[in-house]
């Protein structure tokens, strides 16, 4: 963890409020993992937004490190407006990652909106370590889709779900992860989106290891201010910025 | 340039503090940064049980500030001195134990367990996100003097007593813990305050209110550090939305003789760094010789 100017390389919109930041880290791009991310200070002089917000790594190529965002309040809109050139302060990389051994079978991977950005990465290195790999992605509609061309380069099977129908099923992505799961025997689960999906997953009770990448506000972000504290089992803390953010989904409560 | 300063006998190399609750027990910024350079650190917040704090959301963000309702979520005394203490040991600074009772007797507990193992206690009457203790003690100029009483009786090193800000007349407060025999004050607390999703109509708390620090707070905090200057003669501890060497520098003026910082820690980690640099040079280009010099020099 370090504390970096980077300085802009593109700042693009891909989708419907979605955009792709990159920028060149030597450093972060041979010292993350995929599930890891980082704080961005916005602006420095600024009372508001005045916290970091935090973002996962997407994915790197060489020394190239990419963060995919929504739009959604004012910290992104004002970072969607940054051109090439400007430097940026971020923090990382931050948290734990995916476990990513070699499970000798198939394994799911499902996400959701814009958690779906840190799960490119992780789909890279579990086929690198000889895993089949689904993926099932959920967008709200065509025109919200992203990165759906990676994911197909990369996995064995890249299925789509869309809340309109306007691109494959139509529907929850948990529903279309539930059509497939009884003809696949997945080894284990990888999941990263909001957290009704998230919850709707932990219900499903799967027989497999279930790993989840969780959400919390957060201010430090490196488990100093106990902001983001979330209850595992029997009463135990956990903090998601430096315990987590990827937690195995039946040791958590998730709201 | 002599940025050395005193509380009670105990000597910090400068007076820049790390504000309870937001330095955890300084090993997450010990990765990122060097823990000597601040004057001291105060802990996190530490009661006498282990406590989970309060349901999520704890935090949101407003206008200049944050708004937590963390509800002293710690691993209690034990696990402190056991596992936190002997890090925070090892670091070349002071260190300061915030404590947390829901009674007196456990302030006294806390008290007797931590005194001859940190330089100094600070004595928190002023959490608002606890619903015993805390707070509602610190609001009461009588509790407030009982609970030092009885804290400075069994305590060998320095006492801090920590105020709210949450009350009509902070002097008051001030006054009942001088008289009680508190080595110094510090000064404030976070600002009850409430945020609304207005989409929702939900608070952003799941407890409803929270409080509120960082940039918002500091004219409110700088006015409180003026009056408590004028009231009492211990030492002053001044915090509230310092982000910066000129932020730190009101409160100094003001009457301050150290100063914690909070918030900015999650913001700037390497504020301290910068704050104490701000101060020297403020120092040098102002012809004075120290920092002494500083407290309370307002021109009315
Ligand atoms: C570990 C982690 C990884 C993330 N990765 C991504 C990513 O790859 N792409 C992406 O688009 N978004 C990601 N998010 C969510 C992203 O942090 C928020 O969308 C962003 O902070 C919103 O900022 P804002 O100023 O636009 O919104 P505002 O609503 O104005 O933000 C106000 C405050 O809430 C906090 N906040 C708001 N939403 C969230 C949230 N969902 N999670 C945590 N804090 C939040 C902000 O940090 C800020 O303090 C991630 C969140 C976490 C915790
Ligand atoms: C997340 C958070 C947790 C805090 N926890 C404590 C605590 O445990 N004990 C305490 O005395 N003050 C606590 N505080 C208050 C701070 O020490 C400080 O008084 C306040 O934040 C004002 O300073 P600032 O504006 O520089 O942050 C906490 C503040 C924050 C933001
Ligand atoms: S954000 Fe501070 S502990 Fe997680």
Redesign the interface.
Known sequence: ???LDVEIEENVKIANDIFLLSFESEYLAENFKPGNFVNI?ID?ES??????RPFSISFVEGKRVYIGYKVVGKGTKLLSQKSKGEVIDI?GPLGNSFLTDTFDGKVAVIGGGVGIFPLLVLCKELKNRGNKVDVFLGFRDLNSMFLVEGFKDICDNTLIATDDGSRGYKGSVVELFKANVSNEEYKVVFCCGPKPMLKAIKNLNLPVKCYASLE????????????????GKD?K?YHVC?DGPVFDIMEVEI? | MNLEVEIAGIKLKNPVIAASGTFGFGREYSKLIDISEFGAICTKGITLKKRIGNPQPRLCEVYAGIINSVGLENPGVEAFVNEELPFLKGLDTKIIANINGFTKEEFVELTKILTSLVDMIEVNLSCPNVKEGGMVFGKDPKKVYEITKSVRNVASCPIIVKLTPNVTDITQLAVAAENAGADAISLINTVSAMAIDIETRKPLIKMVTGGLSGPAIKPIAVRMVYECFKKVRIPIIGMGGIMNYKDAIEFFIAGATAIQIGTVNFINPKAVCEIKEGIEAYLERKGFNSIKELVGNINI
Not at chain 1, 47 to 52: A, G, H, V
Not at chain 1, 220 to 231: D, M, P
């Open positions: 963890m370090k504390l200070l420095k009372i508001y937004p005045l916290l970091r923090l919390e506000k957060m201010a430090c972000g490196i488990g100093a201010c106990l902001c983001c504290s979330i209850k009463d803390m430096s709201e």
